[in-house]
């Protein structure tokens, strides 16, 4: 079972309209998260990451959010535009590990209509 | 955008063909890795490297080979390309992260070696 479950698979939503995705994780001892952007046919690109004591933080229309306790993070988008259609991954840090182990979500391709 | 390079992007070669996919980067960074990617499927780490001449394989099994003999350079080898191999391979190198928090580093990618073995 991956250690990192993403929601929903996939989105689609109309241009201007806002989204929340989803990232639930097991990975512990949990050190930081990092959700990345990756379009069609090119590498992951980060947009923002979370460490432990943080709960909230905001990249223009993207805002991060993370409740450790429950181990849950989510990406809200806001005002939607067609150029975030994308693939939204998170990436887990787990601290715990020998070597620096990073576990990927599968991810949740957003599609925005116009 | 991120100085991290891959060639070739798209590739389509015979069964028993010899590849080497090829990854450098200019920002100095210790650490690089090689991830397999399928659609819809997470990444898959297949190699990495903590620096100069330090190669480790990763979690996924691979037929793959690789070399770290400058800092910037960090290519992969198919000796023997099967149609299994077919997938994305994604390079990428890691930035030294926030001072005194372990793990912050950010993944800088390379824009992907598609490959198709017929």
């Known amino acids: 079972k991956n250690q990192v479950e993403q929601s929903p698979q996939s989105l689609i939503i109309l241009e201007g309209k806002n989204c929340t995705l989803q990232c639930n994780y097991t990975v512990s001892p949990f050190s930081n998260l990092r959700w990345y952007k990756q379009d069609t046919g090119r590498g992951p690109v980060s947009l923002t990451i979370?460490?432990?004591?943080?709960n909230t933080k905001s990249n223009g229309r993207y805002t991060a959010t993370l409740d450790a306790d429950t181990k849950q993070s989510s990406l809200h988008i806001t005002a939607s535009q067609l150029s975030d259609s994308a693939s939204y991954i998170c990436v887990v840090y787990d601290r715990g590990s020998t070597l620096g182990r990073l576990y990927f979500g599968r991810g949740t391709q957003l599609t925005v209509w116009p | 955008e991120a100085d991290i390079y891959q060639t070739p992007r798209y590739l389509v070669i015979g069964t028993g063909k010899k590849i080497t996919l090829e990854c450098s980067q200019t920002?100095?960074?210790?650490?690089m890795y090689w991830y397999q990617q399928d659609p819809g499927m997470e990444l898959h780490l297949i190699h990495y490297s903590y620096g100069v001449n330090s190669t480790e394989k990763g979690d996924l099994s691979s037929e793959s080979t690789v070399s770290r003999i400058r800092t910037e350079h960090f290519p992969l080898t198919l000796e023997s390309a099967r149609p299994s191999h077919t997938s994305q391979y994604l390079c990428?190198?890691?930035?030294?992260?926030?001072?005194?928090?372990?793990?912050?580093?950010?993944?800088?990618f390379g824009e992907g070696s598609r490959l198709t073995v017929l």
């Open positions: 979370m460490t432990f004591s943080e």
């Open positions: 990428a190198s890691v930035s030294p992260g926030l001072a005194g928090e372990e793990g912050t580093g950010e993944l800088f």
């Open positions: 920002m100095g960074h210790d650490k």
